[in-house]
């Protein structure tokens, strides 16, 4: 038994920090040669603050490298270049937009701060990988972080700090700072199913009806998915947020899924997401008028308060970039509403072309593969789980902000991770992947070796013990 | 949980599958139907941005694209405005017409056969530039023609064309009033749509042009088809007698609203044959009334639509108005299309085929603008080839209407069109406009040397600031189409 078991667990992950220092290069590449690319394109020459603003980039990535063969020496080597390449290249493409937003007369230095909300995200990437040093001690904050993530999502709804922007009531301003709550909340709701699903996972999936080939789970069990149904419904209705209500809802689709191996649960969830939508097609006008424009966007075009305007502008954008995209500087971006926060895939799609975007959809995809990966090799229930939630958190979220942009979906706001501008976006996401790099640190970290005296004792367990005869 | 883990990473592989296929949908299938929607302001702005061709007229630019230092960084200028703003159109912020529309895929480089001029200019880093398109026309007939109708008043409504006979080239083509391009390719784009409000409701509809958009009735200009048909038919020769008369009563008709007469013209007495020149010189309506007749509604129709009647042949502008012969008629109303009424209308620049086919031995020509495109290193990437339209009628009979017309210019009612020492074939025509208190049409035909034509010219006056009772195709046409021809033969 220890034989095979050991020969099967005999595989060694390596470090692969070598490889990681290398990608490492190739995503400051592409994060300075896009910066530098900018200046060409829209001022004529490379910018003059090129060395500084290359040196701080390089210096960030570098120090999170450092910590990470510090701290944690087996994590995955692919995740954090991927993160930085699309760091990178987001803060270039918010500069370029900056630069006619500038030439607009309407200023805002969104770059200048998108890299300071850079710099606070990997300081809180590398407190999360010190203060964390096993992923499981996350599980004892399983309904802290619930209670936390529900009281972050009803802080929009208060009156003086919750402010609504362009119909969504999903922003918290307090003094100087604005804040979407909802960006941290899907962190703490991964913790939180996680650590409910592992422990609830027997009794969610031992009892069931068969219908028609389907496991469905009793009656009682749906409770927590009704419940979850309710809170993505109450943010869809009240904060008129179809994208983070999509997102949850999904989110915990997939876990509950995972964690009980019952395929019902997403045939329930999926009927309940579609009665739900119809619902909300019905009851509320803004969800009627959302799908509508995506049917016919042309259409509403010019008319009607131009509610279409953002997202043909959008396609006129990706469509006149083609291929190769007209070069940064050469296309006019700027036209579409919100291109640097919501709407920057299609900025990138315009200048950069469809072969950037296929890019960065590849990365996207990349950081998704890897925390699957890490949640198959992971060791235990919580780690997988986890791992599950957070890269299912970013295929769905990256699913339904590039599918909007690109009309494949009716359109919902929700920011593209770490390309978008925007503080809260960007330090949780910063923070998901320092809690995947902790996962996958321990997942490849080779077992502990306690075979030779597990092997004595269990084999002195084994023997017979002769208590002598009774009498 | 690994089982499930895999499913769930099947699931997002078709998430991001399908984000890819929609993006290469979006940005490669969909994008030329994007581009070409009239309402992406991109498109516009970026070959409003760029360095247009210029459009040619002999080596000398009627559009061309000057460096300007704002935002759009070139301003489409004119330098010739009002003499081509007809074939030129404008290139605005908003819309384009004439050349600037109809071959804008050259002017600003789109054009596929331009593609090693755009490859090499993306590898060297230089903007896309325009090819240029050369026009047919003839400097200096068209100024004559500019010339002769303006000379006639400020309110002049007309038009002139010019063709060669033996191509179809354009040699001129002025339509008044006019209008000033310049004004609509401004920068200024709330300048550009008031000129553009107030040119469009202008009732004298300057924006029209109406050598190819304006049908009139072509009155006795018209005759010259009708003894085309005659003749062609084997009814008789320019040496024969046809039926004359002060009067005529036409088929199915009382009275005097089917009488008709030649306004005291010498046409002999009812009943009598007159020589054909006769005929011809004095513009007996008599006579081409009852030479209809005899032809028949069937050839009279295949002999207009020979020369282009009820069809589309011109695409360089656009749209092109197409001339009616009517069909379906009583015996009554094609006599009055003998002598070019009832429903008869034509366009200037068909006036013009008619007079360029009867020049060119009967075969009509199919007219054009565009001699020549040039990519931007004035590379030649297209020169239009001479088309023939069709064979409307035979070699001879051509050359019995240009005796017919000859003899009208040298003693009949064409003679301000005489050229000295060169024979000019001619034809008048007063069209009545259909209401007394309107003005009638004056209209003129002619091509030269009659022997050799080297140009065929339609001239048309719509309206202008002369007494009612001088109208006459005759006096007001003839010159301008003398001063034309002159500037094409000398």
């Given at each position: 038994?220890?034989?095979?078991?050991?020969?099967?667990?005999?595989?060694?992950?390596?470090?692969?920090?070598?490889?990681?220092?290398?990608?490492?290069?190739?995503?400051?590449?592409?994060?300075?040669?896009?910066?530098?690319?900018?200046?060409?394109?829209?001022?004529?020459?490379?910018?003059?603050?090129?060395?500084?603003?290359?040196?701080?980039?390089?210096?960030?990535?570098?120090?999170?490298?450092?910590?990470?063969?510090?701290?944690?020496?087996?994590a995955d080597?692919?995740l954090?270049?991927v993160v930085?390449?699309?760091?990178?290249?987001?803060?270039?493409?918010?500069?370029?937009?900056?630069?006619?937003?500038?030439?607009?007369?309407?200023?805002?230095?969104?770059?200048?701060?998108?890299?300071?909300?850079?710099?606070?995200?990997?300081?809180?990437?590398?407190?999360a990988?010190?203060?964390l040093?096993d992923h499981r001690n996350l599980q004892r904050f399983t309904y802290t972080s619930g209670l936390a993530a529900i009281v972050l999502l009803l802080l929009p709804m208060?009156?003086?700090?919750?402010?609504?922007?362009?119909?969504a009531r999903i922003?918290?301003?307090?003094?100087?700072?604005?804040?979407q709550p909802g960006e941290v909340a899907k962190v703490l709701l991964v913790i939180t199913f996680a650590g409910y699903l592992v422990l609830h996972r027997d009794a969610l999936a031992l009892a069931g009806r068969r219908v028609a080939f389907v496991d469905l789970p009793r009656g009682r069990d749906l409770g927590p998915i009704l419940a979850m149904w309710l809170v993505s419904l109450g943010i869809l209705v009240f904060q008129r947020d179809l994208g983070s209500s999509l997102l949850f809802f999904g989110l915990f689709l997939v876990m509950l899924y995972v964690a009980t191996e019952r395929p019902g649960w997403l045939i329930v969830g999926a009927l309940m997401f579609a009665g739900g939508a119809t619902a909300a097609y019905y009851l509320f006008?803004?969800v009627?008028?959302r799908f509508?424009?995506?049917?016919?966007?042309?259409?509403?075009?010019?008319?009607?308060?131009?509610?279409?305007?953002?997202?043909?502008?959008?396609?006129?954008?990706?469509?006149?970039?083609?291929?190769?995209?007209?070069?940064?500087?050469?296309?006019?971006?700027?036209?579409?509403?919100?291109?640097?926060?919501?709407?920057?895939?299609?900025?990138?799609?315009?200048?950069?072309?469809?072969?950037?975007?296929?890019?960065?959809i590849?990365?996207y995809g990349l950081i998704v593969e890897r925390a699957l990966r890490t949640a198959l090799i992971c060791r235990d229930g919580f780690g997988k789980l986890v791992s599950v939630g957070l890269g299912s958190i970013f295929a769905l979220q990256v699913f339904v902000v590039v599918g909007g942009?690109?009309?494949l979906i009716p359109l919902t706001g929700l920011t593209t991770p770490f390309?978008?501008?925007?503080?809260s976006s960007?330090i949780a996401n910063w923070v998901i992947v320092a809690i995947l790099l902790r996962i996958s640190d321990q997942a490849r970290?080779?077992?502990?070796?306690?075979?030779?005296?597990?092997?004595?004792?269990?084999?002195?367990?084994?023997?017979?013990?002769?208590?002598?005869?009774?009498? | 949980m690994n089982k499930p883990i895999r499913t769930i990473s099947i699931f997002c592989l078709l998430l991001f599958l399908a984000l890819?296929?929609?993006?290469?949908?979006?940005?490669?299938?969909?994008?030329?139907?994007?581009?070409?929607?009239?309402?992406?302001?991109?498109?516009?702005?970026?070959?409003?941005?760029?360095?247009?061709?210029?459009?040619?007229?002999?080596?000398?630019?009627?559009?061309?694209?000057?460096?300007?230092?704002?935002?759009?960084?070139?301003?489409?200028?004119?330098?010739?405005?009002?003499?081509?703003?007809?074939?030129?159109?404008?290139?605005?912020?908003?819309?384009?017409?004439?050349?600037?529309?109809?071959?804008?895929?050259?002017?600003?480089?789109?054009?596929?056969?331009?593609?090693?001029?755009?490859?090499?200019?993306?590898?060297?880093?230089?903007?896309?530039?325009?090819?240029?398109?050369?026009?047919?026309?003839?400097?200096?007939?068209?100024?004559?023609?500019?010339?002769?109708?303006?000379?006639?008043?400020?309110?002049?409504?007309?038009?002139?064309?010019?063709?060669?006979?033996?191509?179809?080239?354009?040699?001129?083509?002025?339509?008044?009033?006019?209008?000033?391009?310049?004004?609509?390719?401004?920068?200024?784009?709330?300048?550009?749509?008031?000129?553009?409000?107030?040119?469009?409701?202008?009732?004298?509809?300057?924006?029209?042009?109406?050598?190819?958009?304006?049908?009139?009735?072509?009155?006795?200009?018209?005759?010259?088809?009708?003894?085309?048909?005659?003749?062609?038919?084997?009814?008789?020769?320019?040496?024969?007698?046809?039926?004359?008369?002060?009067?005529?009563?036409?088929?199915?008709?009382?009275?005097?609203?089917?009488?008709?007469?030649?306004?005291?013209?010498?046409?002999?007495?009812?009943?009598?044959?007159?020589?054909?020149?006769?005929?011809?010189?004095?513009?007996?309506?008599?006579?081409?009334?009852?030479?209809?007749?005899?032809?028949?509604?069937?050839?009279?129709?295949?002999?207009?639509?020979?020369?282009?009647?009820?069809?589309?042949?011109?695409?360089?502008?656009?749209?092109?108005?197409?001339?009616?012969?009517?069909?379906?008629?009583?015996?009554?109303?094609?006599?009055?299309?003998?002598?070019?009424?009832?429903?008869?209308?034509?366009?200037?620049?068909?006036?013009?085929?008619?007079?360029?086919?009867?020049?060119?031995?009967?075969?009509?020509?199919?007219?054009?603008?565009?001699?020549?495109?040039?990519?931007?290193?004035?590379?030649?990437?297209?020169?239009?080839?001479?088309?023939?339209?069709?064979?409307?009628?035979?070699?001879?009979?051509?050359?019995?209407?240009?005796?017919?017309?000859?003899?009208?210019?040298?003693?009949?009612?064409?003679?301000?069109?005489?050229?000295?020492?060169?024979?000019?074939?001619?034809?008048?025509?007063?069209?009545?406009?259909?209401?007394?208190?309107?003005?009638?049409?004056?209209?003129?035909?002619?091509?030269?040397?009659?022997?050799?034509?080297?140009?065929?010219?339609?001239?048309?006056?719509?309206?202008?600031?002369?007494?009612?009772?001088?109208?006459?195709?005759?006096?007001?046409?003839?010159?301008?189409?003398?001063?034309?021809?002159?500037?094409?033969?000398?």
């Amino acid at each position: 038994m220890s034989q095979t078991s050991s020969s099967l667990m005999g595989f060694v992950h390596r470090r692969r920090r070598g490889a990681e220092l290398f990608l490492l290069v190739l995503a400051l590449t592409v994060g300075i040669g896009a910066y530098a690319a900018v200046g060409i394109g829209v001022e004529g020459k490379v910018p003059a603050d090129i060395v500084g603003y290359g040196g701080w980039l390089a210096a960030l990535v570098i120090a999170a490298h450092v910590v990470i063969r510090f701290v944690a020496p087996y994590a995955d080597p692919v995740l954090l270049p991927v993160v930085a390449a699309l760091n990178g290249l987001g803060l270039a493409v918010i500069h370029r937009l900056d630069l006619a937003k500038e030439a607009a007369g309407d200023f805002h230095g969104y770059a200048q701060q998108q890299l300071t909300w850079m710099t606070l995200g990997l300081a809180l990437f590398v407190a999360a990988l010190l203060a964390l040093r096993d992923h499981r001690n996350l599980q004892r904050f399983t309904y802290t972080s619930g209670l936390a993530a529900i009281v972050l999502l009803l802080l929009p709804m208060l009156p003086g700090i919750g402010k609504s922007v362009y119909g969504a009531r999903i922003w918290i301003h307090v003094g100087p700072f604005n804040f979407q709550p909802g960006e941290v909340a899907k962190v703490l709701l991964v913790i939180t199913f996680a650590g409910y699903l592992v422990l609830h996972r027997d009794a969610l999936a031992l009892a069931g009806r068969r219908v028609a080939f389907v496991d469905l789970p009793r009656g009682r069990d749906l409770g927590p998915i009704l419940a979850m149904w309710l809170v993505s419904l109450g943010i869809l209705v009240f904060q008129r947020d179809l994208g983070s209500s999509l997102l949850f809802f999904g989110l915990f689709l997939v876990m509950l899924y995972v964690a009980t191996e019952r395929p019902g649960w997403l045939i329930v969830g999926a009927l309940m997401f579609a009665g739900g939508a119809t619902a909300a097609y019905y009851l509320f006008p803004h969800v009627t008028e959302r799908f509508d424009i995506w049917l016919h966007p042309f259409d509403y075009y010019g008319k009607n308060g131009d509610q279409a305007f953002q997202p043909v502008e959008a396609q006129f954008g990706m469509g006149w970039g083609g291929l190769i995209g007209r070069g940064f500087g050469d296309g006019d971006p700027n036209r579409v509403p919100f291109a640097e926060s919501d709407f920057i895939i299609a900025a990138i799609g315009e200048e950069l072309g469809l072969t950037a975007v296929i890019a960065v959809i590849l990365l996207y995809g990349l950081i998704v593969e890897r925390a699957l990966r890490t949640a198959l090799i992971c060791r235990d229930g919580f780690g997988k789980l986890v791992s599950v939630g957070l890269g299912s958190i970013f295929a769905l979220q990256v699913f339904v902000v590039v599918g909007g942009v690109t009309s494949l979906i009716p359109l919902t706001g929700l920011t593209t991770p770490f390309l978008s501008y925007g503080g809260s976006s960007l330090i949780a996401n910063w923070v998901i992947v320092a809690i995947l790099l902790r996962i996958s640190d321990q997942a490849r970290r080779p077992a502990p070796q306690l075979s030779d005296d597990t092997t004595a004792i269990s084999d002195d367990a084994t023997q017979v013990v002769r208590l002598g005869r009774l009498p | 949980m690994n089982k499930p883990i895999r499913t769930i990473s099947i699931f997002c592989l078709l998430l991001f599958l399908a984000l890819m296929l929609n993006a290469t949908y979006l940005q490669y299938w969909k994008a030329g139907e994007l581009n070409d929607d009239p309402q992406n302001r991109r498109v516009l702005v970026a070959s409003y941005s760029r360095e247009r061709g210029a459009i040619l007229v002999g080596n000398k630019p009627v559009a061309q694209s000057v460096e300007s230092d704002d935002e759009y960084k070139f301003q489409r200028t004119y330098p010739k405005p009002m003499i081509y703003a007809p074939l030129t159109g404008w290139f605005s912020y908003y819309s384009a017409t004439g050349i600037e529309q109809t071959r804008n895929d050259v002017l600003s480089g789109d054009d596929s056969r331009l593609f090693v001029t755009k490859l090499v200019d993306l590898l060297s880093n230089d903007p896309t530039k325009g090819g240029n398109v050369k026009l047919t026309i003839d400097p200096a007939a068209q100024e004559a023609a500019y010339r002769g109708l303006s000379a006639l008043g400020p309110r002049t409504q007309g038009s002139v064309v010019a063709l060669e006979p033996n191509t179809g080239k354009i040699l001129a083509m002025v339509s008044l009033p006019t209008y000033d391009p310049n004004k609509l390719a401004s920068h200024d784009l709330g300048s550009v749509q008031d000129t553009f409000d107030r040119l469009d409701g202008d009732p004298t509809q300057p924006l029209l042009n109406r050598a190819i958009q304006t049908r009139l009735p072509p009155g006795s200009t018209f005759k010259v088809v009708t003894a085309a048909a005659a003749i062609d038919k084997g009814l008789y020769t320019a040496g024969d007698d046809v039926p004359g008369g002060v009067t005529y009563q036409l088929p199915l008709t009382r009275g005097s609203t089917g009488l008709i007469d030649n306004e005291g013209r010498s046409c002999g007495a009812n009943g009598s044959k007159i020589p054909f020149t006769q005929a011809m010189e004095q513009s007996c309506n008599t006579t081409f009334a009852q030479l209809a007749g005899q032809v028949g509604a069937e050839d009279m129709a295949k002999t207009a639509e020979g020369f282009g009647f009820n069809s589309h042949y011109f695409d360089d502008l656009t749209p092109q108005a197409e001339s009616v012969f009517p069909t379906d008629i009583d015996e009554a109303q094609l006599g009055q299309t003998g002598f070019g009424q009832f429903d008869v209308s034509a366009t200037p620049l068909q006036m013009a085929m008619v007079a360029a086919g009867l020049a060119n031995g009967g075969s009509v020509m199919r007219p054009y603008l565009v001699d020549e495109e040039q990519s931007a290193d004035l590379d030649v990437i297209q020169k239009t080839d001479p088309q023939e339209l069709s064979q409307a009628v035979s070699a001879s009979t051509a050359s019995e209407v240009t005796k017919l017309m000859v003899s009208t210019v040298d003693n009949g009612t064409a003679s301000p069109a005489a050229i000295p020492g060169i024979a000019v074939a001619g034809k008048t025509g007063t069209a009545q406009a259909g209401q007394t208190d309107r003005s009638p049409y004056a209209w003129f035909i002619s091509f030269a040397p009659a022997e050799n034509p080297r140009v065929a010219v339609a001239v048309m006056i719509q309206n202008a600031d002369i007494p009612r009772s001088e109208i006459a195709g005759g006096m007001l046409g003839g010159p301008i189409a003398k001063a034309v021809m002159e500037a094409v033969i000398k």
